[in-house]
C-alpha cells in the first residue's frame, strides 16, 4: 500500500509514458540535498523522459520504494542482458545500489528556481558533469574531499565562464 504522497506503480508508469507520447517535457520538484549544491530543494526539474543516450555526469530520475530519485550517473556497467548504472548523489558519501537502465524513467535536462535557469545541455554543461561524476566517486570516499569539494563546487558556480 502506497505511502502519503505515493503513487502505485502503474499509475506512475501510466502516467509517464502519458507526457512521452506527447512529446512534453515534465518537470518535478526537487525534494531533499542529495545533488546540492548543483541541483537543491525546490529547484524545480526540466526532465525528458525517453533520454536517447544515458552518459556518466548525467543526471536521471529512477524510481525506489515507490519514490523518484535524482541522482548522478558515476558509472554504467554493461552486463547481459542489461545495462546497470552506478548511480550517486553529489551530496551523499555512498553510492546507491545499482539499477537498471530500464528503471531510469528520464535525464535530468535542466533546473530552474526563482533566481535563475539552467541549461544541462550546453557545452559548459556537457563538459562540467563528466567531471562531477568522477569527483563525486573520490569525494564519497572521505570527509575531507568532501568539505574540499564543497567549497570548490561554490567557486565554480559564482565563477565559471559561460561557454
Known amino acids: ?32 540535498n542529495s545533488m546540492s549544491p548543483f541541483i537543491n530543494e525546490d529547484d524545480i ?6 533520454p536517447k543516450t544515458i552518459r556518466i555526469g548525467d543526471v536521471v530520475i529512477y524510481r ?9 550517473v558515476v558509472g554504467i556497467k554493461k552486463s547481459k542482458p542489461k545495462k546497470l548504472l552506478l548511480l550517486k548523489g553529489d551530496n551523499v558519501f555512498g553510492s546507491d545500489p545499482p539499477v537498471p537502465g530500464e528503471m531510469v524513467i528520464g ?20 563538459v562540467l558533469n563528466p567531471i ?13 574531499f568532501y568539505r ?4 570548490l563546487c561554490r567557486l565554480l558556480l559564482r565563477g565559471l565562464p559561460k561557454l
Open 148 to 151: 574540499i569539494f564543497r567549497r
Open 1 to 32: 500500500m502506497p505511502t502519503e504522497g505515493q503513487f502505485p506503480e502503474p499509475l506512475v508508469g501510466a502516467i509517464w509514458s502519458m507526457w512521452g507520447q506527447a512529446e512534453r517535457k515534465p518537470r518535478m520538484r526537487m525534494i531533499g
Open 107 to 126: 535525464k535530468v535536462l535542466g533546473k530552474e528556481n526563482a533566481s535563475n535557469k539552467t541549461d544541462y545541455t550546453t557545452m559548459r554543461w556537457l
Open 64 to 72: 525506489r520504494e515507490g519514490k523518484c530519485i535524482a541522482h548522478r
Open 132 to 144: 562531477m561524476a568522477v569527483v563525486s566517486m573520490l569525494v564519497g570516499r572521505s570527509h575531507i
Open 45 to 50: 526539474l526540466l526532465i525528458d523522459p525517453k
